[in-house]
C-alpha cells in the first residue's frame, strides 16, 4: 500500500498474520465476547478464564485496578471473582467503584467469598448476611450472581449455613452458591442437604494447577465429577511461577507462597517450566498461556481464576484460552512435571 504525501511515495509492509491465540483486538466487540461457557449447573455463562481481585488494592492500586478491569472487559471477559477478606474489604470496593463508573453490573458475571472478613467471621448464620451485606454494600450492588462459602472459615453448621443461603437466595442477594476449601465428605453431606430442599453448590473453586495437584485429585475429584460441578481453580500461575516470573532466587516476590518457590526452585519445576517454554515457543504464546490452557484441557475444570499485576498480563493469560494443546503437548508437560 502506498502513501501519498511529502516526497516519495513510500510503501508500507504488509502485515503478517496473527497467530490464532494472540491478543485480542481492541477495536469493537473482544473476540473474547462470542466465548463463553457454561458455569455447571447455575446457569451463568461465563468467558472460560476469570478475572481475580486478589491484587486490587494491596499489590495494585486503584488506578491500575481499573486499567486491568478495562482490558480484561475489553478482550471479552465477563466474570470477576473477589472476596471479602481481599485485603480486608478493598478488593471488593474497587471493583464496585469500577462497575458503577462504568456502569457494567448487567454485563458481568461478579462472584465473591465470604467467611474470612475479620468484622463477620465464619459461616454462622448471622454472620453469613452480615458478610453478604457488607459485601454488596462495597461492591455497590444488588445482588452477587455467584456466592462462594469459605469453607476453611469457622463453619458451626453446614446445614445452617446453606439455610441462611437459601435466604439470601430468596431475596434475591445472591444466584447461586459455590464452595471453597470443603472437603469430599462435606461436599458429600452438603449434597446430601440439598435433596431435603437446600440449595446446592453447583462450583468448586480448589487451588490446582500443573505443579499442584494434589489439592484435586483423588476423593475431591470424584465427587466434584460425580456431582457435576464446575472447577474455577485458584492459583493457576502458582504465584507467577508458571509464568516464568521468578526463574532465580534473586527475581522480586510479592507473597509468602511466591518466597518459598523462589527460595526452592527444585528440579520438578525448573523441569516444568522449561517443557511450558518449549510449548510456548511452538505455538507462540506467552508460557503464561501455556498454563492456563494446560488447565483448560482438564476436562473438569471450567474456567480459572487468574490474578493480574498489570493491563499486559490480562493479554498473556487470556491467550490461553485461545491456545490448543497437542497431545504430545500435554504428555511433554506431564512428563516433565511427575
Known amino acids: 500500500m502506498k502513501i501519498f504525501g511529502i516526497g516519495q511515495p513510500q510503501t508500507m509492509p504488509l502485515a503478517a498474520p496473527t497467530h490464532p491465540s494472540s491478543p485480542i483486538p481492541v477495536q469493537g466487540p473482544g473476540v473474547g465476547s462470542g466465548i463463553r461457557v457454561d458455569l455447571g449447573e447455575t446457569g451463568l455463562r461465563v468467558f472460560p ?3 481475580g481481585g486478589s491484587e ?3 499489590n495494585v492500586d486503584i488506578d491500575t485496578s481499573h486499567e486491568i478491569l478495562d482490558t480484561y472487559i475489553e478482550r471479552g471477559g465477563n466474570a470477576i471473582h473477589t472476596a471479602d477478606s481481599f485485603t480486608g474489604g478493598r478488593s471488593e470496593h474497587i471493583i464496585g467503584q469500577w462497575l458503577h463508573a462504568r456502569n457494567l453490573r ?5 462472584a465473591t467469598r465470604v467467611g474470612g472478613h475479620p468484622d463477620n467471621p465464619g459461616l454462622g448464620p448471622v454472620n453469613l448476611i452480615r458478610a453478604v451485606e457488607a459485601s454488596l454494600t462495597r461492591l455497590r450492588t444488588d445482588r452477587i450472581d455467584l456466592l462462594y462459602l469459605d469453607g476453611t472459615s469457622d463453619v458451626p453448621s453446614l446445614e445452617s449455613a446453606l439455610a441462611t443461603a437459601d435466604w439470601l437466595i430468596e431475596n434475591g442477594k445472591v444466584r447461586a452458591l459455590a464452595a471453597f476449601g470443603f472437603t469430599a465428605e462435606q461436599l458429600v453431606e452438603a449434597r446430601i442437604l440439598s435433596s431435603a430442599g437446600l440449595p446446592r453448590f453447583t462450583v468448586l473453586d480448589v487451588p490446582y494447577n500443573v505443579l499442584r495437584r494434589r489439592d484435586l485429585d483423588g476423593d475431591l475429584r470424584l465427587v466434584a465429577g ?3 460441578m464446575a472447577v474455577t481453580p485458584s492459583h493457576p500461575l502458582e504465584h507467577g511461577f508458571l509464568a ?9 516476590v510479592t507473597s509468602v507462597r511466591a518466597a518459598q ?3 526452592s526452585l527444585t528440579k520438578r519445576g525448573s523441569r516444568t517450566l522449561r517443557a511450558l517454554d518449549a510449548v510456548a515457543a511452538e ?4 508460557v503464561s498461556a501455556v498454563a492456563v490452557a494446560w488447565l483448560l484441557a482438564q476436562r473438569i475444570v471450567t474456567a ?8 499486559s498480563h490480562v493479554d498473556e493469560v487470556m491467550q490461553g484460552v485461545g491456545a490448543r494443546l497437542t497431545r504430545g503437548h500435554l504428555a511433554e508437560i506431564a512428563r516433565a512435571s511427575e
Open 106 to 110: 448487567d454485563e458481568v458475571v461478579l
Open 49 to 51: 478464564l476469570m478475572l
Open 244 to 252: 516464568g516470573a521468578r526463574r532465580s532466587r534473586e527475581a522480586p
Open 283 to 286: 505455538i507462540g504464546v506467552p
Open 226 to 228: 460425580a456431582q457435576g
Open 56 to 58: 486490587f488494592g494491596w
Open 261 to 263: 518457590l523462589a527460595g
Open 304 to 311: 480459572p481464576i487468574a490474578n493480574a499485576y498489570a493491563p
